[in-house]
């Protein structure tokens, strides 16, 4: 299934960062815990809207820094995408 952004949206990928503990280390929380989550995110771009502003600036792969909570996930016919507004796109992460 191919889902192309519209309305200055860009599909992307969020890029979770795994967290790492030492093998030597023993930690007990409780069952529940969840380490906090940082307010912002790293992103895959798939595909870019036609009218948004960085339809020719950004490529496939791009990573770009977002703030999470900006982040839609749309759950369609079996299928999950993320979306991000153009304007809720706080940079492009080079290497």
Do not use: W
């Not at 191919?2 to 503990?21: G, K, M």
């Not at 502003?53 to 999950?80: N, P, S, T």
């Amino acid at each position: 299934m191919t889902f192309v952004p519209a309305n200055r949206h860009i599909l992307v990928e969020p890029i979770e960062e795994q967290e790492e503990t030492p093998s030597d280390i023993m930690i007990v929380l409780p069952e529940d815990y969840k380490k906090p989550m940082s307010p912002y995110l790293g992103c895959r771009v798939l595909s870019v809207a036609e009218d948004s502003k960085f339809f020719d600036k950004l490529k496939k792969d791009d990573v770009l820094a977002i703030e999470r909570r900006m982040l839609h996930k749309v759950e369609l016919q079996g299928g999950e995408f993320y979306l991000i507004q153009d304007n809720f796109v706080f940079g492009r992460i080079d290497k």
